[in-house]
């Protein structure tokens, strides 16, 4: 790779960002590809950002910059329940700590991915996610308990 690097770009540690002309470039050429300024914008694109409702089809509107995560994938709101279960609270927690590092780097990147349905860097932890949801998961729906 730094030979390829070397080739492409005269040096073996660049990597081709400088010369990226992206939307936020400018951004990039200030603060680096990962810094503190580009958290507030990346943790609301991949957990709050909803979609757009329309007046017409298709009714809804997708930011090209990402939405948030449970709007997309609803289903990963059980991994708030992960913890309940005292015999699984080793797992959740495990699996939450292989999410948290990644996590943490791309709130901090200088790029939310750009046109996506969802938020495209998410996909790093997703494994790991559905579990943790699976985790917050009752064996059995609400309903059939009580049959």
Sequence with gaps: MLLYNQARFGSPTNF???????QGSANLHTYGQFSPHFLPRNA??????PP???????YLAFDPFGVGILWTMPAL???FFAF?????RWLAGALLAGCLPPISL????????????GNRFFMD????AVLLAALGMRPKPGWARSC
Excluded: K, S
């Excluded at 609301?44 to 950002?49: L, Y």
């Excluded at 757009?52 to 298709?58: A, D, I, N, S």
């Design 16 to 22: 081709g960002y400088a010369a990226m002309l992206v």
């Design 44 to 49: 609301w694109h991949m957990g709050v950002q």
């Design 52 to 58: 757009t409702v329309l007046h017409g089809f298709p």
């Design 77 to 79: 709101a059980f991994a």
């Design 84 to 88: 309940r279960r005292r015999e699984r």
């Design 106 to 117: 791309l709130l901090l990147y200088f790029n939310t991915g750009w046109v996506q349905f």
């Design 125 to 128: 932890v997703l494994p790991l």
